[in-house]
């Protein structure tokens, strides 16, 4: 089964060298394709002689422009701290030709696999109910995809209250791959009543205890053939902590007021916003139980943490309170308002914000600032925030620690700036340009320049720079001039 994958040489090999790689993998079932330096999107094979920092910042770029994987393949012998520094810039795995001899198998079989999951994530199941763009989300829903469709692990998933854990779970759900996969089954554990906690997850017979007036089945029964979801699991006490054990490891259990053992086979995944790991440590959650649920620990970012996708979020939650027609777009003003407001609630508090923004809002043409509720509205203090605080600053000192020079941390600011503009405004180059303060003709210059720099030849070890091509220099002084 053949499968796409850019290709590309961060070395210079000669002709039969490279054409016998390029065979190698074509016969694994690979079709190839150069690497777009302009969209480095999908999965791709970058071969490469020696580790050097200008390798782990060409890798850094290829993820920074895309949301691809890279593979990379050293032609030479590498070490481990090389591989760990190539991880660390981005690469999603590293062979080592020399010791793998089935490395085009190996090389197929691992981009076969991030294709399979990079489809299902951008899939509408996945894009219209998760929504986010940023690099952490995208990283965590790939995780899931692929936890979810090629294993039957249990699974537990961490966050902050409204992070979205429930709709994980309902993914996880969705995406497993049993032939004849049955219902999912929710229970929060936060609601269970200790007295009729037995009932709930084991049921009970008629008559086993006072009012139990019917048979009934329990979580454990309901969820077999399916997916039992145990929300909140932290808060279980330690004695359901043990009965939950002894089902897990058995998969078999007995209602109450019953001696009839019955067979359960479910695929658990549990969630918590407590840090299980400190709990298990301070004797306030079962050990063995904690290495039972979490065979993969599946960690939600709180919303401050994946800030690009507020205006993603705030569009998708608008249509939804708006289905009959078109949304109104979101003025400069509500942008910068939603952008640096704090959210507590995270995703949940954002939705609940949207809505009531919603309901203010009438007639057509943008939301403006005055469909913000009152009470939700920036006071001065708030309003005058400089966003030049700490967390600039710790950026600006990891680059200088890291070596970068002024140059090249001006530039990376510039390219993040249009970046983040024209995922905000979604691709339209008139609005990008008004909020970054520039013309759209110096956006699109600036655009063409950095696509012009992106193109070069990479450098090469033995035979010293590869001269390229320059724009001219009316048109670099021209962009430079405005974009500082």
């Known amino acids: 089964m053949e499968t796409e994958a ?16 390029e065979r190698s993998l ?6 190839l394709r150069p690497l777009d330096l302009e969209r480095p999107g999908g999965a791709g094979v970058l071969f490469f002689d020696a580790m050097s920092r200008e390798l782990c910042g060409f890798v850094h770029e290829i993820q920074r422009k895309g949301n691809g994987r890279t ?36 090389v197929a079989a691992r981009v076969h696999r991030w294709n399979a999951v990079d489809a299902i994530v951008a899939s509408p199941l996945v894009r219209n109910n998760l929504v986010g763009v940023s690099r952490a989300w995208q990283s965590v829903l790939r995780q899931v995809a692929e936890i979810a469709r090629f294993t039957q692990s249990s699974i537990l998933v961490v966050g902050e209250s409204g992070t979205g854990k429930e709709l994980m779970a309902r993914l996880i759900h969705t995406l497993d791959a049993r032939p004849e ?34 048979t009934r089945e329990g979580a454990f029964a309901l969820a077999n053939g399916g997916t039992l979801f145990l929300d909140e699991v932290g808060e279980l006490p330690t004695g359901l902590q043990c009965q939950l054990l002894r089902v897990i490891q058995e998969r ?9 053992w019955e067979h359960t086979c479910f695929r658990l995944v549990c969630a918590t916003n407590r840090d299980l790991s400190r709990a298990v440590e301070n004797g306030g959650f079962r050990h063995d139980l904690y290495f039972r649920i979490a065979n993969w620990v599946c960690r939600l970012p709180p919303l401050r ?24 777009e979101l003025d400069g003003a509500v942008c910068d308002y939603l952008l640096q407001r704090s959210y507590p609630g995270n995703v949940r508090e954002l939705k609940q914000l949207i809505s009531r923004i919603s309901h203010r809002h009438v007639g057509e043409g943008p939301i ?29 000192r990891r680059a200088l620690v890291a070596g970068a020079r002024l140059k090249e941390i001006r530039e990376a600011a510039v390219e993040t700036a249009i970046r983040i503009a024209m995922s905000d405004e979604e691709g339209n180059l008139q609005r990008a340009a008004r909020r970054l303060g520039v013309t759209d003709r110096a956006l699109q210059m600036r655009r063409a320049l950095s696509r012009h720099d992106r193109q070069k030849p990479a450098p090469t070890r033995s035979r010293g720079p590869v001269r390229a091509g320059v724009l001219p220099a009316a048109v670099s002084e021209c962009v430079a001039s405005r974009f500082g």
């Open 305 to 328: 943490e994946r800030t690009e996708d507020i205006l993603p979020l705030a569009r998708h939650f608008l249509k939804e309170c708006l289905p009959d027609g078109d949304y109104p």
């Open 26 to 31: 074509t016969d694994a079932g690979l079709m």
């Open 6 to 21: 850019w290709i590309h040489f961060f070395t210079e090999v000669d002709e039969g060298t490279r054409q016998g790689l």
């Open 368 to 396: 403006t600032a005055g469909d913000i509720p009152e009470d939700e509205r920036p006071t001065g203090t708030d309003a005058a925030t400089d966003w030049r605080g700490s967390r600039f600053e710790g950026v600006i």
């Open 71 to 106: 593979l990379a393949v050293a032609l030479c012998k590498l070490s481990s701290a090389d591989a760990w520094r190539l991880l660390e810039s981005g690469a999603s795995d590293i062979l080592d030709r020399l010791c793998s001899p089935l490395w085009p198998q190996q």
């Open 252 to 260: 078999s259990f007995k209602k109450v007021g019953s001696n009839t």
């Open 181 to 214: 996969k049955r219902d999912l089954v929710v229970l929060d554990c936060t609601t269970i009543v200790p007295e009729l906690a037995g009932s709930e997850f084991f049921g009970h017979e008629k008559g086993a205890f006072t009012g139990a007036t019917a």
